[in-house]
Protein backbone atom coordinates (compact mmCIF):
# COMPACT_ATOMS: atom_id res chain seq x y z
CA UNK A 1 0.00 0.00 0.00
CA UNK A 2 0.82 3.52 -0.67
CA UNK A 3 0.92 5.74 2.65
CA UNK A 4 -1.69 8.46 3.18
CA UNK A 5 -3.61 9.72 6.01
CA UNK A 6 -6.00 7.53 8.06
CA UNK A 7 -8.95 9.31 9.11
CA UNK A 8 -10.85 7.57 12.04
CA UNK A 9 -14.76 9.25 12.01
CA UNK A 10 -16.17 9.79 15.12
CA UNK A 11 -18.70 7.36 17.17
CA UNK A 12 -21.36 8.61 18.58
CA UNK A 13 -22.54 7.63 22.23
CA UNK A 14 -24.84 4.66 21.31
CA UNK A 15 -26.12 3.51 18.04
CA UNK A 16 -24.55 5.07 14.62
CA UNK A 17 -27.01 7.17 12.79
CA UNK A 18 -29.36 5.54 10.54
CA UNK A 19 -28.42 7.90 7.25
CA UNK A 20 -24.96 7.22 7.36
CA UNK A 21 -26.28 3.86 5.67
CA UNK A 22 -29.05 5.33 3.94
CA UNK A 23 -28.83 6.18 0.37
CA UNK A 24 -31.21 9.78 -0.97
CA UNK A 25 -33.02 9.51 -4.03
CA UNK A 26 -33.39 13.00 -5.78
CA UNK A 27 -37.21 13.64 -7.94
CA UNK A 28 -37.33 16.23 -9.63
CA UNK A 29 -41.45 16.14 -9.89
CA UNK A 30 -42.16 17.98 -13.17
CA UNK A 31 -39.70 15.79 -15.01
CA UNK A 32 -40.26 12.70 -13.62
CA UNK A 33 -43.26 11.00 -14.83
CA UNK A 34 -46.37 12.27 -15.88
CA UNK A 35 -49.59 10.74 -14.81
CA UNK A 36 -52.26 13.07 -16.55
CA UNK A 37 -50.36 14.20 -20.05
CA UNK A 38 -50.30 17.59 -19.64
CA UNK A 39 -46.53 16.92 -20.04
CA UNK A 40 -45.58 18.20 -16.65
CA UNK A 41 -44.84 15.09 -14.26
CA UNK A 42 -46.71 15.67 -10.87
CA UNK A 43 -47.21 13.23 -8.14
CA UNK A 44 -49.82 10.39 -9.12
CA UNK A 45 -46.74 9.62 -11.95
CA UNK A 46 -44.13 9.54 -8.96
CA UNK A 47 -46.54 7.06 -6.72
CA UNK A 48 -46.83 4.98 -10.08
CA UNK A 49 -43.14 4.13 -9.60
CA UNK A 50 -42.01 3.64 -6.18
CA UNK A 51 -41.97 -0.13 -6.94
CA UNK A 52 -39.33 1.00 -9.32
CA UNK A 53 -37.67 2.82 -6.74
CA UNK A 54 -37.83 0.06 -4.00
CA UNK A 55 -36.38 -1.89 -6.61
CA UNK A 56 -33.16 0.05 -6.79
CA UNK A 57 -33.02 0.08 -2.63
CA UNK A 58 -32.81 3.84 -1.78
CA UNK A 59 -34.14 4.55 1.36
CA UNK A 60 -34.79 8.52 1.40
CA UNK A 61 -37.04 10.02 -1.55
CA UNK A 62 -36.34 13.88 -1.64
CA UNK A 63 -38.48 15.41 -3.54
CA UNK A 64 -37.74 19.47 -5.27
CA UNK A 65 -40.49 21.80 -4.43
CA UNK A 66 -44.29 20.86 -5.16
CA UNK A 67 -45.77 23.88 -3.59
CA UNK A 68 -48.14 26.33 -5.10
CA UNK A 69 -45.74 28.75 -7.16
CA UNK A 70 -46.22 30.80 -9.72
CA UNK A 71 -43.30 28.89 -11.40
CA UNK A 72 -40.69 31.47 -12.24
CA UNK A 73 -37.77 29.48 -11.08
CA UNK A 74 -39.62 25.57 -11.68
CA UNK A 75 -41.03 26.06 -8.23
CA UNK A 76 -38.11 27.54 -5.94
CA UNK A 77 -40.37 30.57 -5.61
CA UNK A 78 -43.28 29.20 -3.31
CA UNK A 79 -46.14 31.43 -2.63
CA UNK A 80 -47.99 28.91 -0.30
CA UNK A 81 -46.04 26.79 1.56
CA UNK A 82 -49.02 24.43 2.71
CA UNK A 83 -50.28 24.18 -0.71
CA UNK A 84 -49.42 21.61 -3.31
CA UNK A 85 -49.36 23.60 -6.69
CA UNK A 86 -52.47 22.12 -8.88
CA UNK A 87 -49.64 21.08 -11.79
CA UNK A 88 -48.75 19.05 -9.29
CA UNK A 89 -52.02 17.06 -7.92
CA UNK A 90 -53.13 17.89 -4.78
CA UNK A 91 -52.52 17.26 -1.14
CA UNK A 92 -55.08 14.05 -1.32
CA UNK A 93 -52.17 12.59 -3.99
CA UNK A 94 -49.37 13.87 -1.84
CA UNK A 95 -50.62 11.99 0.78
CA UNK A 96 -51.16 8.80 -1.14
CA UNK A 97 -47.30 9.73 -2.41
CA UNK A 98 -46.06 9.82 1.31
CA UNK A 99 -48.59 6.42 2.23
CA UNK A 100 -46.60 4.55 -0.65
CA UNK A 101 -43.44 5.53 0.04
CA UNK A 102 -43.84 4.73 4.08
CA UNK A 103 -45.90 1.00 2.92
CA UNK A 104 -41.76 0.21 0.81
CA UNK A 105 -39.95 1.15 4.31
CA UNK A 106 -38.43 4.28 2.75
CA UNK A 107 -38.63 7.96 3.87
CA UNK A 108 -39.76 11.39 2.31
CA UNK A 109 -38.20 14.06 2.58
CA UNK A 110 -39.67 17.82 1.50
CA UNK A 111 -37.36 20.92 -0.47
CA UNK A 112 -37.50 23.17 2.18
CA UNK A 113 -37.19 26.92 0.68
CA UNK A 114 -36.90 29.77 3.15
CA UNK A 115 -34.30 31.74 2.03
CA UNK A 116 -37.07 33.53 0.00
CA UNK A 117 -40.76 33.25 -0.98
CA UNK A 118 -42.41 34.12 -4.48
CA UNK A 119 -43.27 37.93 -4.98
CA UNK A 120 -47.05 36.34 -5.35
CA UNK A 121 -46.80 35.21 -1.79
CA UNK A 122 -49.25 36.54 0.82
CA UNK A 123 -46.42 37.57 2.79
CA UNK A 124 -44.64 40.11 0.50
CA UNK A 125 -48.15 41.17 -1.13
CA UNK A 126 -48.79 42.57 2.06
CA UNK A 127 -45.24 43.92 2.76
CA UNK A 128 -45.00 45.44 -0.53
CA UNK A 129 -48.06 47.55 0.13
CA UNK A 130 -47.48 50.31 2.20
CA UNK A 131 -44.49 51.45 4.22
CA UNK A 132 -45.93 50.95 7.72
CA UNK A 133 -47.48 47.33 6.86
CA UNK A 134 -47.30 45.24 9.67
CA UNK A 135 -45.25 42.57 7.37
CA UNK A 136 -43.25 45.32 5.80
CA UNK A 137 -39.96 44.05 8.07
CA UNK A 138 -40.65 40.37 6.74
CA UNK A 139 -38.77 41.23 3.78
CA UNK A 140 -35.29 43.25 3.02
CA UNK A 141 -36.21 46.80 2.35
CA UNK A 142 -34.42 49.77 1.82
CA UNK A 143 -34.39 53.31 0.57
CA UNK A 144 -31.67 54.37 -2.96
CA UNK A 145 -28.49 54.88 -2.02
CA UNK A 146 -27.64 58.25 0.01
CA UNK A 147 -27.39 61.25 -2.82
CA UNK A 148 -28.91 59.22 -5.15
CA UNK A 149 -32.49 59.32 -6.46
CA UNK A 150 -34.75 56.57 -6.49
CA UNK A 151 -34.55 54.49 -10.14
CA UNK A 152 -31.28 56.10 -11.44
CA UNK A 153 -28.73 53.66 -12.88
CA UNK A 154 -26.58 52.51 -9.60
CA UNK A 155 -28.95 53.54 -6.97
CA UNK A 156 -29.71 50.34 -5.60
CA UNK A 157 -28.68 50.48 -2.03
CA UNK A 158 -25.43 48.23 -2.60
CA UNK A 159 -23.90 46.48 -5.16
CA UNK A 160 -25.15 43.04 -4.46
CA UNK A 161 -25.59 40.11 -7.43
CA UNK A 162 -28.30 38.32 -8.00
CA UNK A 163 -26.98 34.44 -8.44
CA UNK A 164 -29.31 34.81 -11.62
CA UNK A 165 -27.33 37.92 -13.81
CA UNK A 166 -27.66 41.82 -12.91
CA UNK A 167 -28.22 43.65 -9.42
CA UNK A 168 -29.76 41.14 -6.23
CA UNK A 169 -32.42 44.56 -5.80
CA UNK A 170 -35.73 45.43 -7.63
CA UNK A 171 -37.61 48.62 -7.43
CA UNK A 172 -40.65 48.69 -6.07
CA UNK A 173 -42.26 51.82 -7.50
CA UNK A 174 -45.64 52.29 -5.75
CA UNK A 175 -43.18 52.84 -1.91
CA UNK A 176 -40.24 53.54 -3.51
CA UNK A 177 -38.40 51.25 -2.05
CA UNK A 178 -35.73 48.42 -3.13
CA UNK A 179 -36.54 44.94 -2.19
CA UNK A 180 -33.70 42.16 -2.15
CA UNK A 181 -33.54 39.01 -4.14
CA UNK A 182 -30.25 37.19 -4.53
CA UNK A 183 -31.96 34.96 -7.27
CA UNK A 184 -35.00 36.02 -9.61
CA UNK A 185 -36.79 39.79 -8.84
CA UNK A 186 -39.73 37.30 -8.41
CA UNK A 187 -38.06 35.58 -4.88
CA UNK A 188 -37.73 38.56 -2.75
CA UNK A 189 -35.54 37.43 0.41
CA UNK A 190 -37.03 37.08 3.64
CA UNK A 191 -36.07 38.92 6.49
CA UNK A 192 -34.53 36.02 9.02
CA UNK A 193 -33.58 39.09 11.83
CA UNK A 194 -37.26 39.20 11.78
CA UNK A 195 -38.57 36.74 15.12
CA UNK A 196 -41.99 36.52 13.59
CA UNK A 197 -40.14 35.68 10.06
CA UNK A 198 -38.82 32.59 11.92
CA UNK A 199 -41.74 31.67 13.87
CA UNK A 200 -44.07 31.69 10.78
CA UNK A 201 -41.44 28.98 9.16
CA UNK A 202 -41.18 27.10 11.98
CA UNK A 203 -44.69 26.69 12.19
CA UNK A 204 -45.03 25.88 8.97
CA UNK A 205 -41.93 23.20 9.01
CA UNK A 206 -44.24 21.33 12.18
CA UNK A 207 -47.01 21.41 9.56
CA UNK A 208 -45.03 18.99 7.00
CA UNK A 209 -44.10 16.84 10.21
CA UNK A 210 -47.02 16.43 11.78
CA UNK A 211 -48.40 15.38 7.90
CA UNK A 212 -45.82 12.67 7.92
CA UNK A 213 -42.84 13.79 6.42
CA UNK A 214 -39.49 12.32 6.96
CA UNK A 215 -36.85 15.74 7.32
CA UNK A 216 -36.02 18.08 5.02
CA UNK A 217 -33.25 19.19 2.78
CA UNK A 218 -32.85 23.44 2.57
CA UNK A 219 -32.35 25.19 -0.07
CA UNK A 220 -29.73 27.50 0.17
CA UNK A 221 -29.97 27.82 4.43
CA UNK A 222 -26.55 29.05 4.77
CA UNK A 223 -27.71 32.73 2.92
CA UNK A 224 -30.71 33.51 5.83
CA UNK A 225 -28.05 35.44 7.93
CA UNK A 226 -27.11 38.33 6.29
CA UNK A 227 -24.94 41.16 7.52
CA UNK A 228 -27.67 43.56 8.37
CA UNK A 229 -25.67 46.36 7.95
CA UNK A 230 -25.60 45.46 3.67
CA UNK A 231 -22.46 46.54 2.93
CA UNK A 232 -21.08 46.70 -0.37
CA UNK A 233 -19.54 43.64 -1.65
CA UNK A 234 -15.89 43.10 -3.21
CA UNK A 235 -16.12 43.58 -6.63
CA UNK A 236 -15.43 40.35 -9.32
CA UNK A 237 -13.14 39.86 -11.75
CA UNK A 238 -15.06 41.66 -14.83
CA UNK A 239 -16.32 44.10 -12.72
CA UNK A 240 -19.26 41.79 -11.84
CA UNK A 241 -21.58 42.47 -8.69
CA UNK A 242 -20.35 40.57 -5.58
CA UNK A 243 -21.40 40.70 -2.07
CA UNK A 244 -21.56 37.07 -0.92
CA UNK A 245 -18.74 37.39 2.00
CA UNK A 246 -21.82 39.70 3.93
CA UNK A 247 -24.38 36.54 3.17
CA UNK A 248 -22.64 32.87 2.64
CA UNK A 249 -22.97 31.87 6.31
CA UNK A 250 -23.15 35.06 7.85
CA UNK A 251 -23.43 36.59 11.38
CA UNK A 252 -26.37 34.40 12.97
CA UNK A 253 -26.60 31.70 10.79
CA UNK A 254 -25.77 29.30 13.89
CA UNK A 255 -28.17 30.99 15.89
CA UNK A 256 -30.99 30.31 13.36
CA UNK A 257 -30.18 26.67 12.93
CA UNK A 258 -29.24 26.06 16.38
CA UNK A 259 -33.44 27.72 17.38
CA UNK A 260 -34.89 26.03 14.28
CA UNK A 261 -33.50 22.75 15.22
CA UNK A 262 -35.03 23.69 19.22
CA UNK A 263 -38.71 24.64 18.20
CA UNK A 264 -39.24 22.06 15.36
CA UNK A 265 -36.86 18.75 15.84
CA UNK A 266 -36.11 18.67 19.66
CA UNK A 267 -37.85 15.95 20.69
CA UNK A 268 -39.98 14.87 18.19
CA UNK A 269 -40.25 10.97 17.73
CA UNK A 270 -39.09 9.28 14.40
CA UNK A 271 -36.04 9.24 12.40
CA UNK A 272 -35.76 12.25 10.69
CA UNK A 273 -33.19 14.01 8.38
CA UNK A 274 -31.83 17.29 7.90
CA UNK A 275 -29.78 18.63 5.10
CA UNK A 276 -28.34 22.00 4.86
CA UNK A 277 -27.57 23.17 0.86
CA UNK A 278 -24.98 25.39 1.58
CA UNK A 279 -23.09 27.01 -1.51
CA UNK A 280 -19.74 28.30 -0.59
CA UNK A 281 -19.41 26.52 2.65
CA UNK A 282 -16.05 25.43 3.70
CA UNK A 283 -14.81 22.35 5.99
CA UNK A 284 -14.64 24.53 8.87
CA UNK A 285 -18.01 25.53 9.07
CA UNK A 286 -19.60 22.16 7.94
CA UNK A 287 -17.83 20.86 11.37
CA UNK A 288 -20.02 23.42 12.88
CA UNK A 289 -23.26 22.69 10.92
CA UNK A 290 -22.99 19.33 11.61
CA UNK A 291 -21.61 18.44 15.08
CA UNK A 292 -24.16 16.62 16.52
CA UNK A 293 -23.54 18.05 20.02
CA UNK A 294 -24.56 21.25 18.45
CA UNK A 295 -27.93 20.55 17.49
CA UNK A 296 -28.30 22.40 13.90
CA UNK A 297 -27.68 19.90 11.26
CA UNK A 298 -27.57 15.79 10.02
CA UNK A 299 -25.32 16.56 6.92
CA UNK A 300 -24.56 19.50 4.64
CA UNK A 301 -24.34 20.10 0.39
CA UNK A 302 -21.60 21.34 -0.70
CA UNK A 303 -20.75 22.14 -4.17
CA UNK A 304 -16.64 22.36 -3.72
CA UNK A 305 -16.48 19.74 -5.75
CA UNK A 306 -18.77 20.35 -8.99
CA UNK A 307 -17.00 23.96 -9.12
CA UNK A 308 -13.68 22.28 -10.20
CA UNK A 309 -14.57 22.36 -14.00
CA UNK A 310 -15.55 26.38 -13.85
CA UNK A 311 -13.81 29.06 -14.71
CA UNK A 312 -14.71 32.87 -14.21
CA UNK A 313 -18.35 31.23 -13.93
CA UNK A 314 -20.19 28.15 -14.59
CA UNK A 315 -20.20 29.17 -18.13
CA UNK A 316 -16.82 29.27 -18.42
CA UNK A 317 -16.34 25.69 -18.33
CA UNK A 318 -12.53 24.42 -18.38
CA UNK A 319 -11.00 20.98 -18.70
CA UNK A 320 -11.60 18.18 -15.82
CA UNK A 321 -8.74 17.78 -13.58
CA UNK A 322 -8.51 14.83 -11.65
CA UNK A 323 -6.36 16.26 -8.88
CA UNK A 324 -8.32 18.71 -8.59
CA UNK A 325 -11.31 16.55 -7.49
CA UNK A 326 -9.22 14.23 -5.25
CA UNK A 327 -7.82 17.43 -3.59
CA UNK A 328 -11.64 18.77 -2.78
CA UNK A 329 -13.09 15.20 -2.19
CA UNK A 330 -9.89 14.31 -0.16
CA UNK A 331 -10.05 17.42 2.16
CA UNK A 332 -13.42 16.93 2.87
CA UNK A 333 -12.99 13.24 3.82
CA UNK A 334 -10.25 14.25 6.28
CA UNK A 335 -11.96 17.46 8.06
CA UNK A 336 -15.15 16.20 8.39
CA UNK A 337 -13.53 12.46 9.97
CA UNK A 338 -13.50 13.14 13.71
CA UNK A 339 -16.97 15.23 13.61
CA UNK A 340 -19.48 16.18 11.29
CA UNK A 341 -21.26 14.59 7.93
CA UNK A 342 -21.00 15.23 4.50
CA UNK A 343 -23.28 14.67 1.60
CA UNK A 344 -22.16 12.83 -2.01
CA UNK A 345 -23.18 13.70 -5.33
CA UNK A 346 -22.38 13.74 -8.86
CA UNK A 347 -25.27 14.90 -9.99
CA UNK A 348 -28.89 16.96 -8.95
CA UNK A 349 -31.23 19.17 -10.40
CA UNK A 350 -28.73 22.53 -10.81
CA UNK A 351 -25.98 19.96 -11.92
CA UNK A 352 -25.37 18.64 -15.73
CA UNK A 353 -24.80 14.98 -15.82
CA UNK A 354 -21.96 13.58 -14.44
CA UNK A 355 -21.50 10.87 -17.12
CA UNK A 356 -21.15 14.04 -19.62
CA UNK A 357 -19.45 16.15 -17.24
CA UNK A 358 -16.68 13.59 -16.20
CA UNK A 359 -16.92 10.37 -17.99
CA UNK A 360 -17.06 9.31 -21.48
CA UNK A 361 -20.53 9.76 -22.74
CA UNK A 362 -19.76 7.71 -26.07
CA UNK A 363 -18.10 4.82 -25.96
CA UNK A 364 -17.93 3.85 -22.44
CA UNK A 365 -21.06 5.76 -21.23
CA UNK A 366 -22.40 2.72 -19.30
CA UNK A 367 -18.51 1.51 -17.95
CA UNK A 368 -17.85 5.56 -17.14
CA UNK A 369 -21.22 6.10 -15.06
CA UNK A 370 -20.73 2.70 -12.87
CA UNK A 371 -17.08 3.91 -12.19
CA UNK A 372 -17.84 7.36 -10.94
CA UNK A 373 -20.98 5.74 -8.74
CA UNK A 374 -18.22 3.33 -7.67
CA UNK A 375 -15.89 6.24 -6.71
CA UNK A 376 -18.73 8.46 -5.20
CA UNK A 377 -20.82 5.72 -3.22
CA UNK A 378 -17.75 4.33 -1.39
CA UNK A 379 -16.39 7.63 0.26
CA UNK A 380 -17.66 8.39 3.75
CA UNK A 381 -20.47 10.63 3.97
CA UNK A 382 -24.62 9.74 2.64
CA UNK A 383 -24.94 9.25 -1.61
CA UNK A 384 -27.42 10.74 -3.44
CA UNK A 385 -28.75 9.93 -6.67
CA UNK A 386 -30.50 12.22 -8.64
CA UNK A 387 -33.36 10.90 -11.27
CA UNK A 388 -32.24 9.00 -14.20
CA UNK A 389 -28.10 9.17 -13.03
CA UNK A 390 -28.52 5.18 -12.34
CA UNK A 391 -29.18 4.87 -15.81
CA UNK A 392 -26.54 6.76 -17.02
CA UNK A 393 -28.68 9.17 -18.90
CA UNK A 394 -26.52 12.50 -20.33
CA UNK A 395 -26.33 15.96 -21.20
CA UNK A 396 -29.05 16.85 -23.98
CA UNK A 397 -27.77 18.09 -27.38
CA UNK A 398 -28.59 21.42 -27.31
CA UNK A 399 -28.94 23.05 -30.80
CA UNK A 400 -30.59 26.56 -30.10
CA UNK A 401 -31.70 28.98 -26.97
CA UNK A 402 -35.05 27.74 -28.15
CA UNK A 403 -35.12 24.88 -26.47
CA UNK A 404 -33.77 25.71 -23.15
CA UNK A 405 -35.96 26.62 -20.43
CA UNK A 406 -34.18 27.41 -16.79
CA UNK A 407 -33.96 31.05 -15.75
CA UNK A 408 -30.50 30.90 -14.95
CA UNK A 409 -29.49 30.04 -19.12
CA UNK A 410 -31.95 32.36 -20.10
CA UNK A 411 -30.61 35.23 -17.71
CA UNK A 412 -27.13 34.51 -18.90
CA UNK A 413 -27.60 34.35 -22.97
CA UNK A 414 -29.65 37.60 -22.47
CA UNK A 415 -26.94 39.91 -20.53
CA UNK A 416 -24.08 37.84 -22.29
CA UNK A 417 -25.69 39.09 -25.65
CA UNK A 418 -26.59 42.28 -24.55
CA UNK A 419 -22.78 42.63 -23.79
CA UNK A 420 -21.67 41.92 -26.99
CA UNK A 421 -20.71 37.89 -27.02
CA UNK A 422 -21.99 36.15 -30.17
CA UNK A 423 -25.58 34.67 -29.53
CA UNK A 424 -23.82 30.83 -30.96
CA UNK A 425 -20.75 31.05 -28.59
CA UNK A 426 -22.70 31.65 -25.79
CA UNK A 427 -25.23 29.11 -26.31
CA UNK A 428 -21.86 26.64 -26.92
CA UNK A 429 -20.84 27.89 -23.38
CA UNK A 430 -24.25 26.65 -21.91
CA UNK A 431 -24.45 23.47 -23.63
CA UNK A 432 -22.73 21.80 -20.91
CA UNK A 433 -23.33 23.21 -17.99
CA UNK A 434 -26.75 24.40 -18.31
CA UNK A 435 -29.51 23.36 -15.34
CA UNK A 436 -31.47 21.63 -18.00
CA UNK A 437 -29.06 19.01 -18.97
CA UNK A 438 -30.58 17.37 -15.25
CA UNK A 439 -34.23 17.99 -16.38
CA UNK A 440 -34.61 16.33 -19.28
CA UNK A 441 -37.96 14.15 -18.66
CA UNK A 442 -37.07 10.31 -16.80
CA UNK A 443 -36.15 7.70 -19.79
CA UNK A 444 -38.30 5.69 -18.72
CA UNK A 445 -38.74 3.13 -22.21
CA UNK A 446 -38.17 3.68 -25.66
CA UNK A 447 -41.33 4.61 -26.88
CA UNK A 448 -42.16 8.18 -27.83
CA UNK A 449 -41.35 10.71 -24.92
CA UNK A 450 -39.83 8.08 -23.09
CA UNK A 451 -42.68 6.61 -21.56
CA UNK A 452 -42.58 10.40 -19.44
CA UNK A 453 -45.65 11.36 -20.81
CA UNK A 454 -48.57 10.92 -23.12
CA UNK A 455 -48.38 14.55 -24.19
CA UNK A 456 -46.03 17.17 -25.61
CA UNK A 457 -43.70 17.38 -22.74
CA UNK A 458 -42.71 20.60 -21.17
CA UNK A 459 -38.80 20.37 -22.06
CA UNK A 460 -37.52 18.21 -25.08
CA UNK A 461 -36.98 14.51 -23.87
CA UNK A 462 -33.26 13.49 -24.87
CA UNK A 463 -32.88 11.59 -28.24
CA UNK A 464 -31.01 8.92 -27.05
CA UNK A 465 -33.93 7.61 -24.78
CA UNK A 466 -34.26 5.04 -27.22
CA UNK A 467 -30.71 3.15 -26.28
CA UNK A 468 -30.85 4.37 -22.90
CA UNK A 469 -34.14 3.88 -20.39
CA UNK A 470 -35.16 1.91 -17.68
CA UNK A 471 -36.92 -0.68 -19.23
CA UNK A 472 -34.02 -2.11 -21.44
CA UNK A 473 -31.96 -1.90 -18.11
CA UNK A 474 -34.19 -3.38 -15.45
CA UNK A 475 -33.77 -6.02 -18.08
CA UNK A 476 -30.14 -5.91 -18.43
CA UNK A 477 -28.67 -7.24 -15.41
CA UNK A 478 -25.04 -5.76 -16.52
CA UNK A 479 -26.54 -2.44 -16.61
CA UNK A 480 -26.08 0.78 -14.81
CA UNK A 481 -29.02 0.77 -13.14
CA UNK A 482 -28.09 -2.69 -11.41
CA UNK A 483 -24.85 -1.51 -10.59
CA UNK A 484 -26.06 1.40 -8.77
CA UNK A 485 -28.29 -1.37 -6.70
CA UNK A 486 -25.66 -3.64 -6.12
CA UNK A 487 -23.69 -0.32 -4.69
CA UNK A 488 -26.76 0.61 -2.49
CA UNK A 489 -26.63 -3.33 -1.35
CA UNK A 490 -23.36 -2.99 -0.45
CA UNK A 491 -23.78 0.30 1.85
CA UNK A 492 -26.79 -1.48 3.28
CA UNK A 493 -24.82 -4.78 4.17
CA UNK A 494 -20.81 -3.99 4.79
CA UNK A 495 -20.75 -1.95 7.86
CA UNK A 496 -17.30 -0.67 6.56
CA UNK A 497 -19.06 1.66 4.17
CA UNK A 498 -20.48 3.76 6.09
CA UNK A 499 -18.40 3.74 8.83
CA UNK A 500 -14.75 2.55 7.86
CA UNK A 501 -11.88 5.72 8.13
CA UNK A 502 -10.78 6.94 4.90
CA UNK A 503 -7.22 6.53 3.73
CA UNK A 504 -6.32 8.44 -0.09
CA UNK A 505 -3.93 6.31 -2.11
CA UNK A 506 -1.91 7.30 -5.01
CA UNK A 507 -3.12 11.45 -4.52
CA UNK A 508 -0.89 12.18 -7.42
CA UNK A 509 -1.76 9.96 -9.96
CA UNK A 510 -3.30 11.54 -13.31
CA UNK A 511 -5.53 8.98 -14.25
CA UNK A 512 -6.37 6.68 -11.27
CA UNK A 513 -9.03 7.47 -8.32
CA UNK A 514 -7.78 4.94 -5.04
CA UNK A 515 -9.02 4.88 -1.54
CA UNK A 516 -9.03 2.81 1.13
CA UNK A 517 -12.02 2.15 4.16
CA UNK A 518 -11.48 0.30 7.09
CA UNK A 519 -13.16 -0.59 9.90
CA UNK A 520 -12.13 -3.56 12.62
CA UNK A 521 -10.23 -6.14 10.83
CA UNK A 522 -12.00 -5.23 7.22
CA UNK A 523 -10.39 -3.24 4.72
CA UNK A 524 -11.92 -2.26 1.02
CA UNK A 525 -9.69 -0.93 -1.88
CA UNK A 526 -11.50 1.20 -4.12
CA UNK A 527 -9.65 2.02 -7.77
CA UNK A 528 -11.14 3.97 -10.48
CA UNK A 529 -9.86 4.80 -13.73
CA UNK A 530 -10.60 8.40 -15.07
CA UNK A 531 -9.16 7.83 -18.69
CA UNK A 532 -9.91 5.79 -21.73
CA UNK A 533 -6.79 4.39 -21.39
CA UNK A 534 -5.26 0.90 -19.76
CA UNK A 535 -3.25 1.71 -16.16
CA UNK A 536 -0.83 -0.33 -14.14
CA UNK A 537 -1.21 0.03 -10.91
CA UNK A 538 1.10 -2.51 -9.64
CA UNK A 539 2.83 0.09 -7.06
CA UNK A 540 -0.38 -0.83 -5.07
CA UNK A 541 0.41 -4.73 -4.65
CA UNK A 542 -3.23 -5.67 -4.15
CA UNK A 543 -4.59 -8.75 -2.65
CA UNK A 544 -7.89 -9.70 -1.93
CA UNK A 545 -11.36 -10.63 -3.32
CA UNK A 546 -13.30 -8.68 -5.88
CA UNK A 547 -16.46 -7.02 -4.21
CA UNK A 548 -17.41 -5.32 -6.83
CA UNK A 549 -16.27 -4.38 -10.61
CA UNK A 550 -17.83 -2.63 -13.62
CA UNK A 551 -15.58 -5.19 -15.99
CA UNK A 552 -15.90 -8.77 -16.82
CA UNK A 553 -12.44 -9.55 -15.19
CA UNK A 554 -10.59 -7.07 -13.56
CA UNK A 555 -6.87 -7.42 -12.15
CA UNK A 556 -5.60 -5.84 -9.26
CA UNK A 557 -2.29 -4.49 -11.64
CA UNK A 558 -3.92 -3.34 -14.71
CA UNK A 559 -6.84 -1.35 -14.64
CA UNK A 560 -9.17 -1.26 -17.94
CA UNK A 561 -10.09 2.05 -19.69
CA UNK A 562 -12.72 3.38 -17.12
CA UNK A 563 -12.64 0.45 -14.52
CA UNK A 564 -14.16 0.54 -11.25
CA UNK A 565 -12.96 -2.07 -8.62
CA UNK A 566 -13.82 -2.77 -5.37
CA UNK A 567 -11.59 -5.12 -3.34
CA UNK A 568 -12.34 -6.62 -0.27
CA UNK A 569 -9.96 -8.39 2.33
CA UNK A 570 -9.40 -9.21 5.98
Known amino acids: MTTGTELTPHLETGQEAWWKSAVVYQIYPRSFADSGGDGIGDLAGITSRLDYLAQLGVDVIWLSPIYLSPQDDNGYDISDYTAIDPVFGSLADFDALLAGVHERGMKLVMDLVVNHTSDEHAWFVESRSSLDNPKRDWYIWRPARDGMHTGDPGAEPNNWGSWFSGPAWDLDPATGEYYLHLFSPKQPDLNWDNPDVRAAVYAMMRWWLDRGVDGFRMDVINLISKDSRLPDGHVQPGGLYGGTEHYLSGPRIHEYLQEMHREVFAGRPGQLLTVGEM??????????????????????????????????????????????????????????????????????????????????????????????????????????????????????????????????????????????????????????????????????????????????????????????????????????????????????????????????????HPAVYAFSRRLGDVELVVLGNFSSDPVHVDQLALTGDVVLSNVPDPTPLLLQPWEGTVYRRT
Not at 316 to 327: E, I, M, N, S
Not at 432 to 453: I, L, V
Not at 462 to 473: C, D, G, R, S, T
Not at 484 to 493: A, C, E, F, M, S
Open 279 to 508: PGVTVDEAKLFTDPDRGELDMVFQFEHVNIDHGTSKFDPVPFDLGLLKASLGRWQAGLAERGWNSLYWDNHDQPRIVSRFGDDREYRARSAKMLATVLHLHRGTPYVYQGEELGMTNAPWASIEEFRDIESLNHYQAAVAAGADPAAVVGSMRSHSRDNARTPMQWDGSPQGGFTDGTPWIAVNPNHQEINALAELADPDSVFHHYRRLIDLRHTEPVVAHGTFTMLLPD
